[in-house]
T-cell receptor, first 111, second 111 residues
Framework: QKEVEQDPGPLSVPEGAIVSLNCTYS??????FMWYRQYSRKGPELLMY????GNKEDGRFTAQVDKSSKYISLFIRDSQPSDSATYLC???????????FGKGTLLTVNP | DVKVTQSSRYLVKRTGEKVFLECVQD?????MFWYRQDPGLGLRLIYF???????EKGDIPEGYSVSREKKERFSLILESASTNQTSMYLC??????????FGDGTRLSIL
């Protein structure tokens, strides 16, 4: 079983839709969870950062962590064409410095 | 805002050449990382440095070396470039127990 599983998509939605992106993981030592957004030909940009279980909201974005189910989500409300990008989940924990990434989900928001 | 700067956005080299990729961060971060990103394989860690002159191998160090003579600068060296090292190379830095911040990447082609 891979440490982090993320559906690669592609996911195509109309402008204004609510988008749900998800990752599952197997390592119970993970405590820090991140979502990165990567535009084509650019580096990943940190979008959301959460520690342990719960929700965190930032504008149109909400990150959710359920450690009991080993499941994290990113919700995008009122999606815009400018949200079109690849979204990467990432996580680390314990004494390990190393980030473990999902493979990324390609999202297209159509005007 | 954290600024991670990679010296070249695009680079074309020939097989057998020694190639240097440079990365500079402006936030006095202790840790710096080099990744490569390939379609279908995601981000893979090549090397990590946790302090000046200190380094650790990541998941795929073969064919690469690194140098960190100053805290703000982390260099990736391809000792003898090969075509299978054609990839997008990403540098990242972080403060202790904080998320990683990425540069915009260097798209390297080896002919």
């Amino acid at each position: 079983q891979k440490e982090v599983e993320q559906d690669p998509g592609p996911l195509s939605v109309p402008e204004g839709a609510i988008v749900s992106l998800n990752c599952t993981y197997s390592n119970s030592a993970f405590q820090y969870f991140m979502w990165y957004r990567q535009y084509s030909r650019k580096g990943p940009e940190l979008l959301m950062y959460t520690y342990s279980s719960g929700n965190k909201e930032d504008g149109r974005f909400t990150a959710q962590v359920d450690k009991s189910s080993k499941y994290i989500s990113l919700f995008i409300r009122d999606s815009q064409p400018s949200d079109s990008a690849t979204y990467l989940c990432a996580m680390w924990g314990g004494s390990n410095y190393k980030l473990t990434f999902g493979k990324g989900t390609l999202l297209t928001v159509n005007p | 805002d954290v600024k991670v700067t990679q010296s070249s956005r695009y680079l074309v080299k020939r097989t057998g050449e020694k190639v240097f990729l440079e990365c500079v961060q402006d936030m006095d971060h202790e840790n710096m990382f080099w990744y490569r990103q390939d379609p279908g394989l995601g981000l893979r860690l090549i090397y990590f440095s946790y302090d000046v002159k200190m380094k650790e191998k990541g998941d795929i160090p073969e064919g690469y070396s690194v140098s960190r003579e100053k805290k703000e600068r982390f260099s990736l060296i391809l000792e003898s470039a090969s075509t299978n090292q054609t990839s997008m190379y990403l540098c990242a830095s972080r403060d202790y127990d904080q998320p990683q911040h990425f540069g915009d990447g260097t798209r390297l082609s080896i002919l």
